[in-house]
């Protein structure tokens, strides 16, 4: 059982920087592979990315490859997401997510565990 809270959200311009992060409370915070979804309204939830249990692996969808990045602090129980070069279609609510599926590229559907969202708006 893990309950998840992102934070970080915010308005920033194009080309601009954003980092959020997703507190876990869990006894054991290692056993869940965490991912971030975003959703866009009138859109479907996507995937965004993905870190392993140990944070050795790392996978995130082509649209924000070279421009985000994930990492774990397994000690502290967060995770943060680093957005860099924002554009206007990265603009959506981020959640964070985790499933105890350990399996690695996870699979979304297992993702069990969800935050209650922080917005991001990029403007133009």
């Known amino acids: 059982q893990v309950s998840l809270v992102e934070s970080g959200g915010g308005t920033v311009q194009l080309g601009g920087s954003l980092t959020l992060s997703c507190g876990a409370s869990?006894?054991?915070?290692?056993?869940?592979?965490i991912g971030w979804f975003r959703q866009a309204p009138g859109k479907d939830r996507e995937f965004v990315t993905a870190?392993?249990?140990?944070?050795?692996?790392?996978n995130y969808v082509e649209s924000v490859k070279g421009r985000f990045t994930i990492s774990r602090d397994n000690d502290r129980n967060t995770v943060q997401l680093q957005m860099n070069n924002l554009k206007p279609e990265d603009t959506a609510r981020y959640y964070c997510?985790?499933?105890?599926?350990?399996?690695?590229?996870?699979?979304?559907?297992?993702?069990?565990?969800w935050g209650q969202g922080t917005q991001v708006t990029v403007s133009s």
């Open positions: 869990a006894r054991t915070f290692s056993d869940y592979v």
């Open positions: 870190i392993s249990r140990g944070g050795v692996m790392t």
């Open positions: 997510a985790a499933t105890s599926i350990g399996l690695f590229p996870p699979r979304v559907a297992t993702f069990d565990y």
